[in-house]
C-alpha cells in the first residue's frame, strides 16, 4: 500500500492527462501518415487491421455494462455501443468505417472476412477485451481513457487527408468527423467515473498502469503494422 497522499481530482487528470505523450499518434506509422507518406497499401494495411479494433468495440463495451450495477452509468455507456453498432436510421461507427475501407480501395466482404488482420494486432486488441471482461468495471471504463487524446488524431486527419491523400473519396472521412465530437462526450463521462473511483493514491497509481496499458495495446498495434507494411517482414515472411 502506498503510503503517499491522494493527488486532488485536478492533480490526478493531470496525470492522467500527461499519458499523451505516449498516444500511438507519435507512433512512426501515424507521424508517416500524417506527413502523407504511406502509399495506398500501407493505408489499406491500416485501416483493415484497425477495423477489427472497431469491431470489438462494442463487445468491450458490452462488457462493461454486464457488470456494471449502477444504472445512471449503464444509460450513459451504452451510448457508446450505439455509437458503433448504429441505432434506428444511424448506421453507427462500424458501417463508417467500413465506407472508410471501400474509400481507400478494400471491398466490403474483404474488409469483413478479416483475412489481412495481422495475428500481433489479433493479439493485442483481444488482450483489451479480455481485460474488460475479467477487471471490475471501474478499471475497464478507465481504460477507455485514451479517448481523452483522440480529437486531436481525428482532426489531424480530417485536416491533412484531402491534400496529402486525395485518391480517397470525402464520403470515407465521416468516422472520423463523427467521433471528434463523440468521444469528447465520452471523456467527460470516463473521467467522472474514474476521479470518482480511484481515490487513494494507490487507487490513482492502479489508473494509471490501466490507462498505459491502453496505450501499449495501441501501440502494439501499429508495431505489427510496420513490421509487415514498412519494413516488409509480414508473419512468417521469412519460410513463406
Not at 9 to 19: H, S, V, Y
Not at 91 to 104: F, N, P, R, S
Not at 221 to 230: E, I, K, S
Request: net charge negative.
Amino acid at each position: 500500500m502506498s503510503d503517499k497522499p491522494a493527488w486532488t481530482p485536478q492533480e490526478f487528470e493531470a496525470q492522467l492527462r500527461a499519458k499523451d505523450k505516449l498516444y500511438h499518434i507519435h507512433h512512426p506509422y501515424h507521424v508517416l501518415m500524417a506527413e502523407g507518406k504511406l502509399n495506398q497499401q500501407q493505408i489499406q494495411g491500416w485501416v483493415a487491421n484497425r477495423f477489427y479494433y472497431q469491431i470489438k468495440i462494442p463487445i468491450k463495451d458490452a462488457a462493461i455494462l454486464s457488470r456494471c450495477p449502477d444504472r445512471e452509468v449503464r444509460r450513459h455507456w451504452i451510448q457508446r455501443i450505439h455509437d458503433h453498432d448504429g441505432w434506428g436510421d444511424d448506421a453507427g461507427g462500424i458501417e463508417a468505417w467500413t465506407q472508410l475501407g471501400i474509400a481507400v480501395g478494400i471491398p466490403r466482404e474483404e474488409l469483413w472476412s478479416l483475412q489481412h488482420v495481422l495475428p500481433g494486432v489479433r493479439f493485442a486488441v483481444d488482450a483489451y477485451v479480455t481485460f474488460a471482461q475479467t477487471a471490475s468495471w471501474q478499471e475497464a471504463a478507465c481504460s477507455s481513457l485514451t479517448e481523452l487524446f483522440a480529437p486531436t488524431i481525428h482532426k489531424q486527419r480530417l485536416a491533412g487527408w484531402p491534400e496529402l491523400y486525395p485518391w480517397i473519396a470525402p464520403e470515407g472521412l465521416k468516422y472520423f468527423q463523427n467521433r471528434v465530437s463523440q468521444a469528447g462526450r465520452d471523456v467527460i463521462h470516463g473521467l467522472d467515473i474514474t476521479l470518482g473511483h480511484f481515490k487513494t493514491r494507490e487507487q490513482q497509481e492502479r489508473a494509471l498502469e490501466i490507462l498505459q496499458f491502453k496505450l501499449d495495446i495501441l501501440w502494439s498495434m501499429l508495431d505489427a503494422m510496420w513490421l509487415a507494411y514498412v519494413d516488409h517482414k509480414p508473419p512468417y515472411f521469412n519460410i513463406a
